[in-house]
């Protein structure tokens, strides 16, 4: 088994539109309405929205290979890129997500790793994320990659408010 994290560049704009939408109606589509998941696709991975993030000196997109297939992907954000004002001293994990193919291979330990060396090499305290209060098998996954719940904030889907749970982890 041959793992490797790559960050994207602005070359691999098309195929992380085509990951990111993948893997984000994979995983939500059997609980949210079909109305919400095209409301947040169209919002959050159109192309100019992906390419402004992707230009974000404070973000980065690293890609998981697993036998030379991309298998998934990560999206950090530091300073004025995170989500939420959670201080200088932390590095947000925004996005992770395993294609289902590759799901139980311990992909998204790997890239919990590579966010937390990233965190290091930023001179971060600590990691914070934001996941669905519903969505069961992340939380437990992030409890064992020793996150705890710090708070709560609201995430919508199209017009749909959610609530996800934040949750932090100290490295350091």
């Given at each position: 088994m041959a793992i490797l994290i790559k960050r994207c560049s602005s070359?691999?704009?098309?195929?992380?539109?085509?990951?990111?939408?993948?893997?984000?109606?994979?995983?939500?589509?059997n609980q949210n309405s079909p109305e919400a998941i095209e409301a947040y696709i169209k919002k959050a991975f159109h192309t100019e929205q992906l390419k402004k993030e992707c230009t974000n000196r404070n973000s980065e997109f690293h890609f998981i290979y697993y036998n030379e297939e991309i298998a998934g992907y990560l999206k950090v954000n530091t300073e004025d890129a995170q989500s939420e004002k959670m201080g200088e001293d932390s590095l947000e994990v925004e996005r992770i997500y395993i294609r289902r193919p590759f799901h139980r291979l311990g992909l998204g330990k790997h890239l919990i790793d590579k966010a937390v060396e990233l965190a290091v090499e930023k001179n971060k305290r600590k990691l914070w994320l934001g996941v669905w209060e519903q969505n069961?098998?992340?939380?437990?996954?992030?409890?064992?990659?020793?996150?705890?719940?710090?708070?709560?904030?609201?995430?919508?889907m199209g017009d749909e408010e959610q609530t996800d749970l934040i949750m932090t982890r100290i490295i350091r």
């Open positions: 070359g691999d704009l098309g195929t992380l539109q085509k990951i990111s939408i993948e893997t984000f109606t994979d995983t939500f589509k069961g098998n992340a939380i437990s996954f992030y409890n064992n990659m020793n996150f705890v719940q710090t708070g709560t904030h609201s995430f919508y």
